[in-house]
């Protein structure tokens, strides 16, 4: 799909290039031009009609948005970011140079200027900063009739921006509930709106994080959430598109973190080389200085190696397995801290959870190691096994499950301290439990073995 529009667009086949256009979705048209250089994504997108345009662009990300800007008359790009609900506008602006935003945004009509820097108000990360602020409100005196007069009033555009949900206000513009569109479309004309009206009304303030109301939206199955200020008065609505874009980026950027690397701004094959070096370099230089750890506790039991060689061999596997216990536990915490099932409140609770879930683990290992390594080599080299796999594994989960929590405590992010961190960490004292373990099951065998390497 991609190959044959970037042919068409090469050749300036514009009769080819409007049957591809034609045939194809918004969805795929959107698809298929991210996928192009930005010099290319301008010839196709000048080929669909207004309306078509508009749906592509607001379906782009921000950054091929302003790409596409770039290639396009200022005329077009003028008719693009009017064309704009706000809060896209205003998604759009943030990611464009300030003096670019600047210009763009002066030259919006005097009531789509207001709307945006009403917005714009707000701070980065609020729910008010990605809210929709043309809503369509009813009383809830209304009939449905006079409701759906309102609706009709409104036109297209709001309607579509509320997704079908309105909200119900008092003479002062207060929330006090809202009111499904089918629900008033369905009931008699002369029903009034406070007897449609859903039973539990939930909202968010407008200084709220803007991923508690997403996450609400998701957990509670919203078309959309209303948005209050600080007196309760309607100021504008999220709807679930949005809402799923605030969660796909945070769990982007968790995701990212959990595995060691700092989060994208824009998608991956827009980033160059050096930016994703950029993102991952902070990284590998922080857990390369934290490994240095596990060298200091290797110096520090140098005479117990080579007394008995036999039990590097295990290393690798010992401190494999602490980390991935660890990370199992952190990425469980760190996800069910973002989707709002564990608080701080829960820290003595998972901690008893994840320590007896780790004492299962390391057994159910032990079981296994402690036959395997005695018959390859000695019995009390398999019990140090077994012993360590047990405490090794208690401990991971320890601390994968509370240091997540602790994080979010003290205002870090608590992806921040998930796997890489906590397998760093766990490496190091896993290597101090499996030696202290050592000494105290076959430390006899030791003082021996290092007599005789002295003598």
Not at 408 to 425: E, H, N, Q, Y
Request: glycine fraction near 6%.
């Amino acid at each position: 799909m991609v190959s044959e529009l970037r042919e068409f667009t090469e050749e300036q086949d514009f009769a080819a290039l409007r049957s591809w256009l034609e045939e194809n979705g918004t969805l795929d048209i959107t698809d298929a031009l991210s996928r192009l250089e930005p010099e290319e994504r301008a010839l196709p997108f000048r080929l669909l009609d207004k309306d078509r345009a508009l749906a592509v662009f607001e379906a782009l990300d921000p950054v091929h948005q302003q790409q596409l800007l770039d290639a396009l008359r200022e005329e077009r790009v003028r008719e693009l970011v009017n064309a704009m609900q706000p809060d896209d506008r205003v998604r759009l602006l943030d990611e464009m140079p300030a003096a670019v935003a600047t210009r763009l945004q002066a030259g919006l009509p005097p009531e789509q200027r207001a709307a945006t820097a009403a917005l714009l108000g707000y701070p980065p990360g609020s729910a008010g900063r990605i809210m929709t602020p043309d809503v369509t409100n009813v009383r809830a005196s209304m009939t449905a009739a006079d409701a759906l007069a309102k609706v009709r009033r409104a036109g297209r555009r709001p309607m579509r921006s509320q997704m079908l949900v309105l909200p119900v206000t008092d003479d002062e513009r207060r929330l006090i509930g809202v009111v499904d569109l089918p629900d008033v479309v369905a009931a008699e004309p002369s029903t009034r709106i406070r007897d449609l009206m859903q039973p539990e009304t939930l909202y968010v303030r407008a200084d709220e994080e803007q991923e508690r109301a997403a996450r609400l939206i998701q957990e509670a199955d919203l078309i959309a959430l209303p948005v209050v200020d600080r007196e309760d008065r309607l100021v504008g609505m999220i709807t679930v598109d949005d809402a799923m874009e605030i969660v796909e980026a945070e769990d982007t950027e968790d995701f990212s973190r959990v595995g060691g690397t700092e989060p994208l701004e824009l998608p991956y094959l827009s980033a160059g080389v050096f930016q994703l070096a950029r993102k991952r370099a902070p990284w590998l230089l922080t857990l390369a200085v934290a490994f240095t750890l596990t060298v200091v506790v290797l110096n520090s039991f140098e005479q117990a190696l080579e007394a008995l060689p036999a039990l590097a061999f295990f290393i690798p596997m010992l401190i494999g397995t602490g980390g991935n216990s660890g990370a199992q536990a952190a990425t469980l915490v760190v996800r069910a801290m973002a989707v709002g099932e564990v608080r701080f409140g829960d820290l003595t609770k998972i901690i008893f959870r994840e320590m007896r879930v780790g004492l299962v683990l390391g057994t159910t290992l032990a079981v296994v190691a402690l036959p395997l390594v005695s018959l390859v080599y000695t019995v009390p080299i398999g019990t140090v096994i077994a012993l360590t796999l047990v405490g090794i594994c208690t401990w991971a989960s320890f601390a994968g499950g509370m240091l997540p929590l602790i994080a979010k405590r003290v205002g870090i992010d608590p992806a921040v301290v998930s796997s890489p961190f906590i397998a760093t960490l766990v490496d190091a004292t896993g290597l101090v439990m499996y030696f202290l373990i050592a000494y105290a099951v076959i430390g006899d065998q030791l003082t021996v073995a290092a007599a005789a390497l002295g003598a």
